[in-house]
């Protein structure tokens, strides 16, 4: 459908096409001659390019635009449920699923618990069970899928698109290969921090105004980062950089998941904290939610508990601004969300730590936890790979 051919004028055509389309996309309702002065294109190319869109059903003519003088042209639109794009997020405990069309609305979403599994065999066949369920429920023909973008926690392999390490039991998860043998389509997997960080602030733009690097940082089940570094996403060797959740805190402190003592994830995570609250209070049922709106209202055990992870992230923030040095701090999870002062306090604390007061010199920014939903940003990628030429 839009596969960029290998060289010669069948590449410039294909890639000419993809260009036309796009802009059909984004610009539309839109004239050929629009089309053809701003691609700069001859207009013998744009209508056969265009006339083969059509016989796809990918693109549509629809009325005609008023321009008052001469000829009125015929104006061209997507047909935007010609072709889908599914976006899957797996986390330690659940995975979510979003289907989008062209115009990326989303037109079906659900969300399957991976609690009680353990292996991965298993956890593929629940994978495309939840697939081919969504596919149905939606109502849309497995051929007409452009791609899946996949984002998952953990440790993965981006190269070959495997999980080396979801959760305890999961580990080697050939992911992208499964999905290839069974749709005929773009598969992509990323980790998911660093899927909600390209979806939200490469593909979407919003560094600008000369702001080229950020760091970013998600509290959740675990503790995730993802760090851009003058607009490129920073992977390393093994793609293992920016995971902020791993870095040491407190040198042989509290035992990480992954079995090592001392790291971030130890004493921020949403278990972390729910755990401190159960052993100072013996309350197994308040949630971390729960602690921040008691912290709120200034109860001394959760305010000494969120205070205590505020200090923690501080130190990670203040190594990582003498690393980095970036414009931008964004935050997620919902300390942020729910604990009023956690702002305030993280600022002061780390202005406090910094060696330099223009490492202070950042914007500060509170990625709301009900405004990110990961399998829609792992749609973005599919559309951003197959349609950025």
Not at 210 to 232: A, D, P, T
Request: include cysteine; charge should be positive; hydrophobic fraction near 40%.
């Amino acid at each position: 459908m839009f596969k960029i051919e290998k060289k010669g004028k069948s590449q410039m055509k294909s890639i000419n096409k993809i260009k036309i389309f796009k802009m059909i996309l984004k610009d539309g309702p839109i004239s050929r001659t629009d089309i053809e002065k701003t691609l700069k294109l001859s207009a013998p190319s744009v209508s056969r390019i265009v006339e083969s869109l059509i016989k796809e059903d990918l693109v549509m003519e629809v009325g005609k635009e008023d321009t008052y003088v001469g000829r009125k042209p015929i104006s061209l639109i997507v047909n935007k449920n010609a072709s889908y794009i599914i976006g899957i997020n797996i986390s330690k405990s659940s995975i979510y699923i979003c289907i989008t069309n062209l115009k990326s609305e989303i037109i079906y979403k659900d969300t399957l618990s991976i609690v009680a599994i353990n292996n991965a065999d298993v956890l593929l066949e629940e994978l495309d069970k939840l697939i081919t369920a969504s596919i149905n429920n939606a109502q849309i023909n497995k051929d007409k899928v452009l791609g899946i973008g996949v984002a998952s926690r953990g440790i993965l392999d981006y190269k070959s698109g495997t999980i080396l390490k979801l959760k305890k039991g999961i580990e080697d998860v050939d992911i992208k290969r499964f999905l290839e043998e069974r749709y005929n389509c773009v598969i992509m997997v990323e980790n998911n921090t660093n899927t909600d960080l390209i979806g939200e602030y490469l593909i979407n733009n919003k560094l600008s105004n000369n702001k080229k690097s950020l760091i970013y940082i998600y509290l959740g089940e675990g503790v995730g980062g993802s760090i851009i570094c003058n607009n490129q996403l920073v992977r390393g060797k093994n793609n293992l950089a920016g995971k902020i959740g791993h870095m040491i805190i407190q040198p042989d402190g509290e035992e990480c998941y992954c079995g090592k003592k001392g790291h971030l994830e130890a004493y921020c995570s949403k278990g972390a904290i729910e755990k401190a609250y159960r052993d100072k209070k013996g309350d197994k049922d308040a949630s971390l939610t729960d602690i921040c709106k008691m912290a709120n209202v200034k109860n001394e055990i959760c305010v000494d508990i969120i205070n205590n992870a505020l200090n923690k992230i501080a130190i990670a923030v203040s190594n990582l601004l003498v690393v980095i040095n970036p414009d931008v701090v964004v935050l997620s999870g919902e300390i942020f969300d729910y604990y009023e002062d956690a702002l305030s306090i993280l600022k002061n604390l780390v202005k406090d730590l910094a060696f330099d007061i223009k490492l202070n010199d950042i914007d500060w920014v509170i990625r709301s936890k009900e405004k990110m939903m990961i399998e829609y940003s792992a749609t973005a990628l599919i559309m951003d790979k197959v349609f950025n030429v």
